[in-house]
C-alpha cells in the first residue's frame, strides 16, 4: 500500500486542530503536538525539493552519456 505522506500529515493536522482540551496539561501537549507537525510539514518540504534537486541532477547526467 503506498500511503501519500503529505495527504496524513495534513490529516493527522486537522484531527489534532480540532480537539478541544479543558485542562492547562492537555492543552500544552496539544501545542507540542501542533508544533511537531509544524516540524514534519518543514522537513517534508525539504525532503521534497531535494529530491526534485537530485532528480533534476540524475537527468542532466543521463543527457550528458
Known sequence: IKVDVSASIQALSD??????????RDNNRLKLAKEHI????REMRSLNE???TLENE??????EK
Open 15 to 24: 484531527i489534532v486542530s480540532n480537539i478541544r482540551v479543558t485542562n492547562k
Open 38 to 41: 509544524r516540524g514534519i510539514k
Open 50 to 52: 531535494r529530491v526534485v
Open 58 to 63: 540524475l537527468n542532466l547526467l543521463k543527457e
